[in-house]
C-alpha cells in the first residue's frame, strides 16, 4: 500500500529552538495535512496543504506542499514545551478518504 | 459539544476474550474510520464505513469486525482477541470522502486496550 516515510523518527531539542521535519512519498498526493499528537490523546490537524508549492502558517507552523507533490515539510519555530508531541504527515489515496500516516516524528523539547 | 467519543478508554482483557470498543459521533458524519497505532508503525487503518451498513476493510482487517447500524455509531469487535491486538485504538470520522478545504478527518481520544 501507500507509504509516507517521515523524517526523523524522534528529536530533543532544546527551548527556543527552531524545528524541521518533513515526509516524502513515493506516489503523487494532491493533499497534504499534518496532525500533532499530545500524550494521551487522539491526532489533531495542525495544517493542510492543497496545491503543490503551497506554503501555510499557523502561528509558529509552517508547511510547504512540495513542488513535486511527493514530499511536505513542516516548520515549527521557536519550541515551546508544549510542542511535545508526535507529528504525523497524512495524505488521501487519490484525493479521498481514509488517509494514510506517515510513522510520525516524535518531538521532545528540553527546556 | 460531544464531537467523537471512544469507550472505555482502558481496557485489559485476556486472551480469546471478545472485546468491543464503541465509537459514536454527534456531527452526523458519513464517514468513519478505525485505526491503531503501534509504536513503529503510526496509525494503521483497520476499517472504515462510508455510511450506515456500509463498511471496507483497510490495511489490518485480520481479526476485527465492524458494524454501523447507525449513522453515529462504529463499534469496533476483537471477536477472540490475542496479545498483537494490544495497541491503542482510535476512532475517527470526516464528513464526505473528499479531502478538500474544509473537511478532514476528526480523531477521537483513543482506547487503549491490553490483551494479556
Known amino acids: 500500500g501507500q507509504q509516507l516515510n517521515q523524517s526523523p523518527q524522534s528529536m530533543f531539542i532544546q527551548e527556543g529552538e527552531d524545528v524541521s521535519m518533513n515526509c516524502t512519498s513515493s506516489?503523487?498526493?494532491?493533499?497534504w495535512l499534518w496532525y500533532k499528537q499530545d500524550p494521551g490523546e487522539g491526532p489533531v490537524l495542525l495544517i493542510a496543504?492543497?496545491?503543490?508549492?503551497e506554503l501555510t502558517s499557523n502561528g509558529r507552523l509552517t508547511a510547504q506542499f512540495g513542488i513535486t507533490r511527493k514530499d511536505s515539510f513542516l516548520n515549527i519555530s521557536a519550541s515551546i514545551p508544549s510542542d511535545v508531541g508526535i507529528y504525523f504527515c497524512?495524505?488521501?489515496?487519490?484525493?479521498?478518504?481514509?488517509?494514510?500516516f506517515g510513522k510520525g516524528t516524535r518531538l521532545s523539547v528540553i527546556a | 459539544d460531544a464531537g467523537i467519543t471512544q469507550s472505555p478508554r482502558y481496557k485489559i482483557t485476556e486472551t480469546g476474550r471478545q472485546v468491543t470498543l464503541m465509537c459514536h459521533q454527534t456531527w452526523s458524519h458519513s464517514y468513519m474510520f478505525w485505526y491503531r497505532q503501534d509504536l513503529g508503525h503510526g496509525l494503521r487503518l483497520i476499517y472504515y464505513?462510508?455510511?450506515?451498513?456500509?463498511?471496507d476493510k483497510g490495511e489490518v482487517p485480520d481479526g476485527y469486525v465492524v458494524s454501523r447500524s447507525k449513522t453515529e455509531n462504529f463499534p469496533l469487535t476483537l471477536e477472540s482477541a490475542t496479545r498483537s491486538q494490544t495497541s491503542v485504538y482510535f476512532c475517527?470520522?470526516?464528513?464526505?470522502?473528499?479531502?478538500?478545504?474544509?473537511?478532514?478527518?476528526?480523531f477521537g481520544e483513543g482506547s487503549w486496550l491490553t490483551v494479556v
Open positions: 497524512a495524505g488521501p489515496v487519490s484525493g479521498n478518504t481514509p488517509l494514510v
Open positions: 464505513s462510508a455510511a450506515a451498513d456500509i463498511t
Open positions: 496543504l492543497y496545491k503543490a508549492g
Open positions: 506516489s503523487i498526493f494532491n493533499t
Open positions: 475517527a470520522s470526516s464528513e464526505t470522502r473528499q479531502i478538500l478545504s474544509g473537511n478532514t478527518i476528526y
